[in-house]
C-alpha cells in the first residue's frame, strides 16, 4: 500500500523558513517523482516543485525558485522541502504527491492531475 505523510507544517512570520518533510512507502523510491502542491483556501492546488526519482532531476514554479529547495534521502525513503523567505502568499496546505516518472513529461511535471498518490497534508501560515 503506497501512504505518503506529510509533517513540518506550522505558522512562521514573513520572512522565516519551514521544512516540510513527506515519508515515503510502499513503491520503489526511484522509480517515482515525487512532488510538493499547494492549495489556498478559495484557490485551486498547484505544483509548487517535484524531484525525479530516476535521475534527481528538480523542478520549481517560478513564484518559488531561489526560496524553496527540494531534496530527497533515499535511505529514508523522504522527500525535503525547504522553505525559505517566506510570504503571507505561501499561506496553504501543501500536499505530497507521488507518480511512477517514466513517461512523465516535463511539461507536466507540476500538473496536479498527473499525480496518482497523494499524503494528506499540511498546512502552512505565513502571517505578516
Known amino acids: 500500500e503506497v501512504q505518503l505523510v506529510e509533517s513540518g507544517g506550522g505558522l512562521v512570520q514573513a520572512g522565516g523558513s519551514l521544512r516540510l518533510s513527506c515519508a515515503a512507502s510502499?513503491?520503489?523510491?526511484?522509480?517515482?517523482?515525487i512532488g510538493w502542491f499547494r492549495q489556498a483556501p478559495g484557490k485551486e492546488r498547484e505544483g509548487v516543485s517535484t524531484?525525479?526519482?530516476?535521475?534527481?532531476?528538480?523542478y520549481y514554479a517560478d513564484s518559488v525558485k531561489g526560496r524553496f529547495t527540494i531534496s530527497s534521502d533515499v535511505a529514508k525513503n523522504t522527500v525535503y522541502l525547504q522553505m525559505n523567505s517566506l510570504k503571507p502568499e505561501d499561506t496553504a496546505d501543501y500536499y505530497c504527491?507521488?507518480?511512477?516518472?517514466?513517461?512523465?513529461?516535463?511539461?507536466?511535471?507540476?500538473?496536479?492531475?498527473?499525480?496518482?498518490?497523494w499524503g494528506q497534508g499540511t498546512q502552512v501560515t505565513v502571517s505578516s
Open positions: 504527491a507521488a507518480t511512477e516518472d517514466y513517461g512523465l513529461l516535463d511539461h507536466f511535471i507540476l500538473t496536479p492531475r498527473k499525480y496518482v498518490y
Open positions: 510502499g513503491f520503489t523510491f526511484g522509480d517515482y517523482a
Open positions: 524531484i525525479r526519482g530516476t535521475d534527481g532531476t528538480t
